[in-house]
């Protein structure tokens, strides 16, 4: 990092101009570099990268969840085990992506710094569309890393105290935004997981509910994904889920998760598809 | 052709410094102190708005008085500073040392190379995992910089202010106990020190058109009026305070503002002020 302050010298014009409350925008004055789309590329080359797979949304009554699996893959190696895909995004929403891992846990950490620098300069947090449109832009800015095969695919989730819900986007490479209801996935594994969750979502899930549906989503993509992890009870690696309500973010600590998940396992072993919705009504 | 008078170097820097001084001996006080929690910040601000006391960083805050829009102008530029450092590096990297450094190479930088210095004082202030490892910097408009102990004035009746401290303060203060005293304090502040008394600061603000001493109390006949009886206690309500505090037990962001219903509380007073849903920042 250069701050271009030498000793003895006072801080850069780009500091003290007035105007922008955005980081990302202050970044590309000062020091351009630091922003994932400020690199140059090589043309007409492609990278092996670690690759993350599955990310599940869904409302329920007062809030929404987020919940991802573990797995990070490089071709048809398992990267990481352990790896962990869904943040919080500031102290009302969270954020879970899939792709190219290295660029997306970047643009995570810019996403957050960006919220938290717009909510102290002015002294009040962003809407949650304007949330999502500040993602929106910042990947807008990676097209070019995505044509070239380093594509990240996040999906934003909030708390929206206008409409005292939980509130979806996903989101495409071009920058594209598009609010989802109900429920949505993104990765390798999300055709299956969003079977499953149209079958099993209601609009009347209580919270322990609806984590038992994303729990169970991800598991029929881990069943027919080879790149999504399911849960790993001999390691004790279970998925990441994040809650967010009226009270705010709230990762759901492993004493809440692992009895859901021992059980959703433990049904899986007598019926190995998984519970069956009603044919009528 | 004319031979432009020769003004000593001396007398160049001793008249800015009347200058700086007499604009910040306008403004109300502000007192930063320790207590048992972590660090206080209390300021005299009608402004709801418009404040003399930020959030910077996870562990650092900042206060001051003077000029609103320079000191605002240095507040978004430790932000900035911060969030670059903390993005670059890691979260534990930012410290108050290193923006204390910061604004002291550039407001020393501005009051030599410029022709109006910035007529602003500040305080640093970072909390630590104890009462030890608190921090209190206080930089002055020429750029130097003090590490203070315990407590820190600033602003119109600091020496008054800094007198009253350092018989009363005593280490492990509670909240309540700080936050009375600091009241108190203020209350007992001279109306319209210096600057020639009240009605000379209500005219010279329309001059320099932006104090915040005065920005906060449109009213200057008030502050005339008050400064025939100077002697005599003013007790503030909440709705002329500005409080925040830098809790050491809160995780991560430390930084709170203590909205005015609670105020009223402590104080035990009517609230009057109308912000009781809170501030978010």
Known sequence: MS???????????????????????????????????????????????????????????????????????????????????????DESSCIGIAGTAGLAVEMVKLFQVELEHYEKIEGAQLSVDGKANRLATLIRGNLGMAMQGLAVVPMFAGYDTETSGGRIFSFDVTGGRYEEHRHHGVGSGSMFARGALKKLWRDDLTPVEAVTVAVESLYDAADDDSATGGPDLARGILPVIAVVDIDGYRRLPEAELDPIVRAVVAARTVRPDGPTAPITG | MSVPFYVSPEQVIKDKADYARKGIARGRSVIVMQYAGGLLFVAENRSRALHKISEIYDRIAFAAVGKYNEFENLRVAGVRLADLRGYSYDRRD???????????????????????????????????????????????FDGSVGDEYGFVAMGGSAEAITAALRERWTAGLSLEAALRLAVELLGSEQSGNGGGGGGGAGGSAASTGSTTGTAANPSGGAGAKSSASSAETRVLTPAQLEVAVLDRDRPRRKFRRIPGQRLAEILDVDDDSDDAAGDPA
């Open chain 1, 3 to 89: 701050t271009g302050r030498g000793p003895g010298s006072m801080l850069p014009a780009a500091f003290l101009q007035s105007g922008s409350s955005s980081f990302a925008e202050f970044l590309a004055s000062h020091d351009p570099s630091l922003l994932p789309a400020g690199r140059p590329l090589p043309s007409g080359t492609s990278v092996d990268a670690v690759h993350g797979t599955t990310i599940v949304a869904l409302t329920f009554a007062g809030g929404v969840l987020m919940a991802g699996d573990r797995r990070a893959t490089m071709g048809n190696i398992i990267a990481q085990k352990d790896i962990e895909k869904v943040f919080p995004a």
């Open chain 2, 94 to 140: 930012v410290t108050g040392r290193s923006l204390a450094n910061a604004y002291a190479q550039t407001l020393g930088t501005i009051f030599t190379e410029t022709q109006k210095p910035y007529e602003v004082e500040i305080v640093v202030a970072e909390v630590g995992a104890t009462e030890h490892d608190d921090q209190l910097y206080r930089l002055t």
